[in-house]
């Protein structure tokens, strides 16, 4: 596949409707705006970015202007593992200090989890009894049992990259798939749900000659698109090696990672959005701490998101189907469906998940419905006042970004409950695989937010014109 040019179908229709975005002048196309014969091409090389060994995927978005994402290989010369984005790029106009265009430019963050795209999965905690006082136990069984991280980094497991074909709508795309095999640790013999506690049935033992260390197939499919302006990420998670339900319990996060997305500044994350099966998520203030007061209220009849925003820039997720078609289900949440004085006022109260817990006004860091800032922002030092004030007031610039579902996946429940009713589930489908798809979106924020207006776009009813920027080319066996 390398140097090859993907061209599926004729070429691509000049006109496109543009969103909103602030009023600018238009500035001459000189470089990084790119005049083409035909922006009806997707390309694919292999290159070198920051000094590592990529497949790097270039095309033009629906204002004609050209977008990249790098993705790292396996092997190749490359330490560690492959398979996920360590760069994106994309053009924009600016009237500062004249008019003119400018690459904005999306690196992995320096750190262990730096990247994006790639498999994370947490082992739901388990009932293992209760002490001596009474209170139930909780732990995964890989942390209590086996003393090892329930929830790995997929960029820490091998992949295999397959390349892919893939046919647009009369646009040109490309794809590509990448296989591993993840793993999680589960019973011997099925352990039902207790529906009414939402514990195991009966509690586990703590001998680990119970337990298997399971193989979950997982693929990855990075889709892109002509005259769209974000990739698709799709996923499959296989349960082939899980002889029947109710073994493992987990819940699915990819696409999983930390990008600096504000074009290098690794700016104060200024606040973070999202929008579950029921409602939108929105802080009232910026820039986002652990005392921000937030809504939680509003209902969400477009699509599930999940988005970061800092200094004009923006990174989010979202599913490109309305909301009712998901197939991924929500954990539970206390605060889900008030605004933080309407829980306050009924007797709520957060809490952060650090070593030294303490009450918040943010949603309790472990009911989000979807990776963010919450692990993020600072924790105390100290129990004293002025480390839980420091804490409680502290800003965050790394942006970590993630998708996020329920942790019954593996379990033979019909149902769960999410904090209000009871919705229906299927954690092990007779197909035995898991499958869901997002859009990754990497641009310059709009009031309301970006990621947010595409999700918004898919109410009930067609897509329209905004919801079709997201890549939608079907794989060509």
Not at 192 to 198: F, R, S, V
């Amino acid at each position: 596949m390398t140097g090859s040019l993907f061209r599926v179908g004729p070429a691509m229709a000049v006109g496109f409707s543009v969103y909103a975005m602030p009023a600018l002048a238009k500035p001459p196309c000189t470089a990084p705006c790119v005049v083409a014969s035909n922006y009806n091409i997707v390309s694919h090389t292999v290159g070198s970015v920051n000094g590592i060994k990529a497949d790097i995927f270039s095309w033009y978005d629906a204002m004609h202007l050209p977008r990249t994402v790098a993705l790292k290989q396996e092997g190749n010369g490359n330490s560690g593992h492959g398979g996920y984005a360590i760069q994106m790029t994309y053009v924009l106009p600016t009237d500062n200090p004249t008019p003119h265009y400018y690459t904005v430019t999306v690196n992995a963050e320096n750190s262990s989890d730096g990247g994006f795209g790639y498999f994370v999965s947490h082992e739901r905690y388990r009932w293992f009894g209760n002490d001596g006082e009474g209170n139930p136990i909780l732990d995964t069984i890989a942390g209590h049992v086996f003393g090892v991280d329930d929830s790995p980094l997929g960029l820490d497991f091998p992949v295999t990259a397959i390349p892919l074909n893939a046919s647009g709508d009369g646009s040109a795309a490309a794809a590509i798939r990448y296989q591993q095999t993840y793993y999680h640790y589960g019973t011997n013999t099925p352990v039902t749900i207790d529906p009414d506690t939402g514990y195991d049935s009966t509690p586990l033992p703590t001998t680990q000659s119970s337990y298997t260390r399971y193989p979950l197939k997982v693929l990855i499919t990075w889709v892109f698109e002509a005259g769209r302006n974000y990739p698709r990420i799709g996923f499959w998670v296989g349960l082939n090696k899980v002889p029947q339900a109710d073994l493992v319990n987990f819940d699915m996060r990819g696409p999983y990672g930390v990008m600096v997305f504000d074009n290098g500044a690794d700016g104060t994350i200024d606040t973070a959005q999202w929008g579950d099966e029921s409602y939108i998520f929105n802080p009232t203030a910026t820039p986002i701490t652990r005392s921000s007061s937030w809504d939680w209220s509003a209902a969400n009849t477009g699509a599930r998101f999940n988005a970061l925003i800092a200094g004009g820039y923006e990174m989010g997720l979202f599913e490109p189907i309305n909301v009712a078609a998901s197939r991924t289900v929500d954990g539970y949440a206390n605060e889900r469906g008030y605004t933080s004085t309407s829980f306050a006022a009924a007797g709520g109260t957060s809490y952060n998940a650090c070593s030294i817990g303490t009450a918040q006004t943010l949603p309790s860091d472990g009911i989000w419905p979807y990776q963010s800032v919450q692990y993020s922002l600072p924790c105390p030092t100290s129990s004293s006042a002025g480390a839980i004030n420091t804490a409680l007031t502290g800003t965050t610039s790394f942006k970590k970004l993630a998708w996020g579902t329920s942790a019954y996946y593996g379990s033979s429940l019909t149902s769960v409950y999410n904090g209000q009713s009871s919705v229906a589930f299927n954690g092990y489908p007779s197909s035995k695989g898991l499958d869901y798809n997002v859009c990754l979106v990497f641009g310059q924020t709009v009031t309301g937010g970006l990621t947010s207006s595409m999700a918004a776009t898919y109410a009930t009813g067609p897509a329209n014109n905004l919801a079709s920027r997201c890549a939608s080319a079907a794989i060509v066996p």
